[in-house]
Protein backbone atom coordinates (compact mmCIF):
# COMPACT_ATOMS: atom_id res chain seq x y z
CA UNK A 1 0.00 0.00 0.00
CA UNK A 2 1.23 3.35 -0.89
CA UNK A 3 1.75 5.64 2.54
CA UNK A 4 2.69 8.32 0.40
CA UNK A 5 0.30 10.96 0.87
CA UNK A 6 -2.16 12.59 -1.99
CA UNK A 7 -0.61 15.39 -3.49
CA UNK A 8 -2.62 18.45 -4.21
CA UNK A 9 -2.31 20.33 -7.37
CA UNK A 10 -3.08 23.82 -7.93
CA UNK A 11 -3.94 24.91 -11.06
CA UNK A 12 -3.06 28.28 -11.78
CA UNK A 13 -2.19 28.99 -15.78
CA UNK A 14 -5.58 29.93 -17.00
CA UNK A 15 -5.84 32.89 -19.07
CA UNK A 16 -8.13 35.34 -17.02
CA UNK A 17 -10.11 36.18 -19.68
CA UNK A 18 -13.19 36.69 -17.68
CA UNK A 19 -12.10 38.86 -15.17
CA UNK A 20 -11.26 42.14 -17.90
CA UNK A 21 -8.70 44.50 -17.39
CA UNK A 22 -5.21 43.90 -17.51
CA UNK A 23 -3.97 42.49 -14.09
CA UNK A 24 -4.85 38.48 -14.02
CA UNK A 25 -7.37 37.53 -11.58
CA UNK A 26 -4.95 35.52 -9.35
CA UNK A 27 -3.02 38.84 -8.79
CA UNK A 28 -5.91 40.96 -7.40
CA UNK A 29 -5.17 41.47 -3.95
CA UNK A 30 -7.21 39.28 -1.62
CA UNK A 31 -6.83 39.75 2.55
CA UNK A 32 -3.26 40.48 3.22
CA UNK A 33 -1.93 39.26 0.25
CA UNK A 34 -3.76 37.91 -3.14
CA UNK A 35 -5.77 35.78 -4.98
CA UNK A 36 -3.53 32.84 -5.50
CA UNK A 37 -1.60 33.55 -2.26
CA UNK A 38 -4.84 33.06 -0.57
CA UNK A 39 -5.48 29.69 -2.64
CA UNK A 40 -1.99 28.01 -1.73
CA UNK A 41 -2.14 29.24 1.91
CA UNK A 42 -5.36 27.41 2.84
CA UNK A 43 -2.95 24.55 0.32
CA UNK A 44 -0.24 24.82 2.66
CA UNK A 45 -2.47 24.70 5.85
CA UNK A 46 -3.67 20.76 4.45
CA UNK A 47 -0.59 19.79 5.34
CA UNK A 48 -0.38 18.13 2.08
CA UNK A 49 2.70 18.18 -0.69
CA UNK A 50 1.80 21.06 -2.58
CA UNK A 51 2.52 21.72 -6.29
CA UNK A 52 1.45 24.82 -8.21
CA UNK A 53 1.47 24.82 -11.59
CA UNK A 54 1.35 28.09 -13.67
CA UNK A 55 2.61 30.20 -16.48
CA UNK A 56 6.09 32.02 -16.40
CA UNK A 57 4.03 35.54 -15.73
CA UNK A 58 2.60 34.03 -12.39
CA UNK A 59 5.77 31.77 -11.59
CA UNK A 60 6.97 34.16 -9.31
CA UNK A 61 3.76 35.22 -7.20
CA UNK A 62 3.47 31.26 -6.97
CA UNK A 63 7.50 31.33 -5.74
CA UNK A 64 6.30 33.80 -2.60
CA UNK A 65 4.41 30.91 -1.11
CA UNK A 66 5.80 27.53 -2.54
CA UNK A 67 9.47 26.47 -3.00
CA UNK A 68 10.95 26.55 -6.48
CA UNK A 69 10.57 22.91 -6.96
CA UNK A 70 6.74 22.56 -5.92
CA UNK A 71 6.50 25.40 -8.86
CA UNK A 72 5.77 23.77 -12.47
CA UNK A 73 5.82 26.50 -15.10
CA UNK A 74 3.90 25.22 -17.84
CA UNK A 75 4.30 27.51 -21.65
CA UNK A 76 1.96 29.86 -22.87
CA UNK A 77 1.10 27.35 -25.69
CA UNK A 78 0.45 24.41 -23.11
CA UNK A 79 -2.06 26.51 -20.92
CA UNK A 80 -4.18 27.32 -23.89
CA UNK A 81 -4.21 23.85 -24.48
CA UNK A 82 -6.45 23.60 -21.63
CA UNK A 83 -7.50 22.39 -17.80
CA UNK A 84 -6.71 18.57 -18.66
CA UNK A 85 -2.79 19.13 -19.91
CA UNK A 86 -2.15 21.47 -16.81
CA UNK A 87 -3.45 18.61 -14.66
CA UNK A 88 -1.63 15.91 -16.64
CA UNK A 89 1.45 18.52 -16.35
CA UNK A 90 1.05 18.71 -12.08
CA UNK A 91 0.10 14.44 -11.86
CA UNK A 92 3.79 13.94 -13.72
CA UNK A 93 4.94 15.75 -11.51
CA UNK A 94 3.92 13.89 -8.59
CA UNK A 95 4.41 10.40 -9.72
CA UNK A 96 4.54 8.13 -6.74
CA UNK A 97 1.97 10.06 -4.67
CA UNK A 98 -1.07 7.66 -3.33
CA UNK A 99 -3.51 10.25 -5.38
CA UNK A 100 -3.92 13.86 -6.66
CA UNK A 101 -6.43 16.55 -5.54
CA UNK A 102 -7.15 19.22 -7.54
CA UNK A 103 -8.08 22.51 -6.61
CA UNK A 104 -8.44 25.86 -9.40
CA UNK A 105 -5.71 28.65 -7.97
CA UNK A 106 -8.74 30.94 -7.82
CA UNK A 107 -11.01 29.36 -5.16
CA UNK A 108 -9.16 31.19 -2.40
CA UNK A 109 -11.61 30.69 0.19
CA UNK A 110 -11.51 26.64 0.41
CA UNK A 111 -10.46 25.64 4.07
CA UNK A 112 -7.48 22.80 4.69
CA UNK A 113 -9.91 20.95 6.50
CA UNK A 114 -11.95 20.57 3.52
CA UNK A 115 -8.92 19.53 1.48
CA UNK A 116 -8.33 17.05 4.56
CA UNK A 117 -11.58 15.68 4.46
CA UNK A 118 -11.36 14.68 0.56
CA UNK A 119 -7.94 13.34 0.74
CA UNK A 120 -9.01 11.07 3.33
CA UNK A 121 -11.86 10.27 1.08
CA UNK A 122 -9.58 8.86 -1.50
CA UNK A 123 -8.56 5.61 0.87
CA UNK A 124 -11.98 4.35 0.30
CA UNK A 125 -12.64 5.85 -2.83
CA UNK A 126 -11.19 6.34 -7.04
CA UNK A 127 -12.74 9.69 -6.83
CA UNK A 128 -13.86 12.13 -4.60
CA UNK A 129 -15.37 15.99 -4.04
CA UNK A 130 -16.25 18.37 -1.60
CA UNK A 131 -19.62 19.04 -2.01
CA UNK A 132 -21.56 22.06 0.43
CA UNK A 133 -25.37 21.63 0.80
CA UNK A 134 -25.41 19.30 -1.81
CA UNK A 135 -23.51 21.42 -4.33
CA UNK A 136 -20.66 19.85 -5.69
CA UNK A 137 -17.40 21.74 -5.25
CA UNK A 138 -13.92 21.61 -5.24
CA UNK A 139 -11.22 19.80 -4.74
CA UNK A 140 -11.51 16.86 -6.55
CA UNK A 141 -9.34 14.29 -5.82
CA UNK A 142 -8.34 11.28 -7.54
CA UNK A 143 -6.47 7.75 -6.36
CA UNK A 144 -3.54 6.25 -7.52
CA UNK A 145 -4.93 3.97 -9.63
CA UNK A 146 -5.89 6.69 -12.19
CA UNK A 147 -2.42 7.69 -12.76
CA UNK A 148 -2.16 6.82 -16.24
CA UNK A 149 -5.24 8.45 -17.60
CA UNK A 150 -4.94 11.81 -15.99
CA UNK A 151 -1.39 12.11 -17.12
CA UNK A 152 -2.33 12.11 -20.66
CA UNK A 153 -5.10 14.49 -19.92
CA UNK A 154 -5.63 17.57 -22.51
CA UNK A 155 -8.09 20.15 -23.66
CA UNK A 156 -10.75 21.80 -21.54
CA UNK A 157 -12.69 19.60 -20.02
CA UNK A 158 -9.89 18.82 -17.47
CA UNK A 159 -11.11 15.62 -15.77
CA UNK A 160 -14.70 15.27 -16.09
CA UNK A 161 -14.89 12.59 -18.38
CA UNK A 162 -12.43 10.18 -15.43
CA UNK A 163 -14.87 11.74 -12.77
CA UNK A 164 -18.03 10.18 -14.98
CA UNK A 165 -16.29 6.62 -15.46
CA UNK A 166 -16.01 5.87 -11.45
CA UNK A 167 -18.04 5.84 -9.06
CA UNK A 168 -17.31 9.78 -7.10
CA UNK A 169 -18.04 10.41 -3.72
CA UNK A 170 -19.37 13.35 -2.08
CA UNK A 171 -17.64 14.55 0.89
CA UNK A 172 -19.93 16.87 2.82
CA UNK A 173 -17.87 19.72 4.21
CA UNK A 174 -19.24 22.98 5.96
CA UNK A 175 -17.08 25.28 3.75
CA UNK A 176 -19.03 27.37 1.24
CA UNK A 177 -15.48 28.43 0.19
CA UNK A 178 -15.75 24.69 -1.84
CA UNK A 179 -17.99 26.40 -4.10
CA UNK A 180 -16.61 30.14 -4.79
CA UNK A 181 -14.29 30.57 -7.85
CA UNK A 182 -13.21 34.41 -9.08
CA UNK A 183 -13.85 34.69 -12.50
CA UNK A 184 -15.45 38.32 -12.79
CA UNK A 185 -15.23 41.33 -10.59
CA UNK A 186 -18.00 40.19 -8.82
CA UNK A 187 -17.14 36.99 -7.63
CA UNK A 188 -13.83 38.79 -6.40
CA UNK A 189 -16.10 41.36 -4.33
CA UNK A 190 -17.87 38.80 -3.23
CA UNK A 191 -14.91 36.68 -2.47
CA UNK A 192 -13.19 39.50 -0.06
CA UNK A 193 -16.49 39.64 1.97
CA UNK A 194 -16.17 36.81 2.88
CA UNK A 195 -12.94 36.28 3.52
CA UNK A 196 -13.53 39.63 5.92
CA UNK A 197 -16.82 37.60 7.67
CA UNK A 198 -14.25 34.95 8.45
CA UNK A 199 -11.91 37.04 10.30
CA UNK A 200 -14.40 38.47 12.57
Given at each position: ??????????????QS??????????????????????????????????????????????????????????????????????????????????????????????????????AA????????????????????????????????????????????????????????????????????????????????
Amino acid sequence: MNKTPPALIVLAAGQSRRFGGNAHKLQQPMGTSDVLGCSLDHAAGSGLPVVVVTTAALAPLAARHLAAEDVVVVSDEEARRGMGHTIAAGVAARPHASGWLVLPGDMPLVQPASICAVAAALRLHPVAYAQHQGRRGHPVGFAAELYSELVVLTGDEGARRISARYPAFGVDVDDPGVLMDVDTPADLAAAREALAAQAH
